[in-house]
């Protein structure tokens, strides 16, 4: 009975042994799926090892025959001994190389490793940029400085890269802009040279303070004294007189001809482009008058850097002096410029609109879009002696006019009255312009005149208390102006600071007449 129960578990051992002849790979999936029969001979060897003994000794003839050669076929033929290994009695560790290895021997063919992605190209920021936001202490090595040393040696690096990168804009606008739209007939040589201006004067005038600059590093990349320099180039900054008040005529002729298509698809195409930085063609030719108000700034930070040791600190006030002085003559003259040409740009629905203070003023106030108390955009000029209300249009030719909307009151005989946010509107017309039906208002303001019986109330609502608050202070400024017969043009520059004897407006009521004339008195 022994004999034959042995025998029929070799017979059963027999069978289940030769499923490792199948191949490999087929044996490999069998045994994942499967793995009960390689289990149960491992740990049934100790068992078959007694009996094997015993056969050897009775029958050696018949052991050698059978289970030697089976037993070693599946060692042979498989590709690792994963299969081989008990579970139970197998590590953490070893069972987690053993699913790595199960999965690389099983994925590996079936799925190819995914391809590596493509390097895409970097996306031009949304935020225009300069190209090289380097500091001077990167461009050295090591130095011996203050702190405030370097600090000084950043600011003057900064002015350095300042004119370096607004030469090549210059020369960009000149190669980019102009230069294809006159080859290509986009616009005539005449409107071009309008919209440019003087550009072309400009380029070697920067170039010039550049090479004064390089000039004046020392062996370590530092700049000693900058003062007389500065001094003596500063000067020539007056071409900017022309150039800034040509820029007038030069943006109303821009955004009128970028009504046609061609011009519009060229500045379009140009902006897209990644030379531009997302700047279209008015930032470019802006972009001189930005540097010239950054005159005054970096010299002061250069000031505040220089120890009072310092050869500079004779030069550098007196530098400042100069470059502030111009830079007031540049905006004084285009204020008048300015003034000008929305003078012309008025057109009069009646003779009795043609009021001489239009004529007489020299300069603008501010001038802006505001509405009306039935809810009307209208265009508003603040002129040097007088308000105008008008409303925008076109002449037969495309260019942009001014309808003068009703009578223009004398900035001398205006009365300014504030409407409080969230007060009753008290008329029909505020309520349903203004508030859409609601009985609160916002940001309006109501100017009337004295002594004219023409002109009635304009009730008037900006766009935010920001604006409304900018218009409010400079009405303030006009009438104290005009009634004390002060209103000069050198003294009345918006961009200038305020004359000292103004700081009193802030203080007045705005709805009180009487303290307004009893000041002036």
């Known amino acids: 009975m022994e004999v034959e129960e042995t025998g029929k578990t070799r017979t059963s051992c027999a069978a ?25 001979i491992i740990v049934d060897e100790k068992d078959d090892e007694e009996d094997e003994e015993g056969e050897m000794m009775s029958d050696p003839m018949r052991y050698s025959e059978e289970p030697s050669t089976k037993r070693v076929k599946p060692v042979v033929k498989s590709n690792s001994l994963t299969g081989l290994i008990t579970p139970v009695k197998t590590p953490a560790l070893k069972r987690i190389g053993q699913s790595i290895s199960r999965s690389i021997s099983f994925r590996t063919e079936a799925r190819p490793l995914p391809p590596a992605p493509l390097r895409s190209r970097t996306k031009a920021s949304s935020f225009p940029r300069r190209r090289n936001s380097q500091c001077w202490s990167d461009t050295v090595e090591s130095h011996n400085l203050t702190a405030k040393e370097i600090k000084r040696q950043e600011v003057i690096y900064e002015l350095t890269q300042g004119e370096r990168q607004l030469i090549e804009d210059l020369s960009l606008l000149k190669k980019v802009y102009y230069e294809p739209m006159l080859k290509l007939d986009i616009m005539t040589e005449s409107e ?25 590093k020392g062996s370590e990349k530092t700049i000693g004294q900058v003062g007389p320099t500065l001094m003596n180039w500063f000067p020539c900054l007056e071409a900017y007189v022309t150039y800034c008040c040509n820029q007038v005529g030069a943006k109303a002729l821009l955004d009128q001809k970028k009504h046609d298509k061609r011009v519009e698809h060229f500045l379009r195409l140009c902006q897209e482009s990644s030379f531009s930085r997302k700047l279209d063609l008015w930032n470019f030719l802006d972009l001189p008058r930005s540097r010239l108000v950054k005159y005054p700034l970096l010299l002061k930070e250069i000031q505040k850097c220089t120890p009072p040791e310092h050869p500079d600190e004779d030069f550098l006030p007196d530098a400042l002096q100069l470059i502030q002085s111009i830079v007031a003559e540049v905006n004084k003259k285009t204020g008048e410029a300015e003034c000008q040409f929305f003078r012309r740009c008025l057109v009069y629905l009646e003779e009795s609109q043609r009021l001489q203070e239009i004529q007489l003023s020299r ?17 508003v000029f603040l002129f040097e002696l007088a308000l105008v209300l008008t409303r925008p249009g076109e002449d037969r030719e495309g260019g942009q006019v001014f309808h003068v909307y009703r009578q223009p009151l004398p900035n001398a005989l205006i009365n300014l009255e504030e409407i409080p946010d969230g007060e009753a509107g008290g008329g029909g017309t505020f309520r349903g312009a203004f508030t859409g039906g609601n009985d609160k208002v916002k940001n309006c303001f109501r100017v009337s005149s004295r002594g004219r019986s023409k002109a009635r109330p304009y009730s008037l609502q900006a766009n935010d208390s920001f604006s409304k608050q900018q218009w409010i202070t400079c009405l303030r400024q006009a009438i104290v102006r005009s009634r004390d017969g002060t209103a000069r043009p050198s003294q009345s520059q918006r961009s200038l600071p305020p004359d000292p004897a103004l700081y009193h407006i802030a203080q007045l009521s705005l709805s009180s007449d009487t303290e307004m004339a009893d000041h002036t008195r």
């Open 192 to 216: 071009l040279g309008q919209i440019f201006g003087t550009l072309d004067s400009l380029i070697p005038l920067h170039q010039d303070l550049l090479s004064r600059l390089e000039r004046l």
């Open 16 to 40: 289940t042994l030769e499923t490792p002849s199948i191949p490999c790979d087929l044996a490999g999936k069998k045994r994942k799926q499967d793995p009960e029969p390689v289990v149960r």
């Open 363 to 379: 300069f603008l106030y501010c001038h802006g879009e505001l509405k009306n108390n039935k809810g009307q955009r209208v265009h």
